[in-house]
């Protein structure tokens, strides 16, 4: 696939970059992608939108190492590629699961919250009784 010149990146209605530029970039060990951040949107909007953005990140980059993978011309190469793929992929699931435990430990403390609150004042009246 060739690249796409500069003219064919304004027309073109995505915010992705051309596959073949994002392959290059790959084959020459460009930074990890880091795991999504949530907005301040409701938790399950967040949470969805983490899941969502984290399965898109991870199939494109599987796309652009298999693609840099078999443009290298050396089984050394691919190996890295893969390699380097694995470690990345790993790190940023990591993160993202990190980051879904965070939102949903805090939700959870603010739904129980007021129960919570409840729950300990009737207790002490009825120890006190």
Do not use: C, H
Not at 49 to 73: H, P, Q, Y
């Amino acid at each position: 696939m060739t690249e796409a010149t500069p003219k064919a990146k304004k027309t073109k209605t995505t915010t992705s970059k051309p596959r073949a530029a994002k392959a290059a970039a790959k084959s020459t060990k460009s930074a990890p992608k880091s795991a999504p951040k949530a907005d301040a949107k409701n938790p399950i909007e967040a949470a969805s939108g983490i899941i969502v953005t984290l399965a898109r990140t991870n199939f494109e980059e599987s796309v652009e190492t298999a693609r840099a993978a078999l443009k290298s011309g050396s089984i050394k190469t691919a190996v890295e590629l893969q390699n380097e793929l694995v470690r990345a992929t790993i790190k940023r699931n990591i993160d993202a699961a990190r980051e879904l435990n965070e939102l949903t430990v805090t939700t959870v403390r603010e739904a129980v919250g007021p129960y919570a609150t409840k729950f300990t004042e009737a207790f002490e009246k009825l120890r006190a009784a």
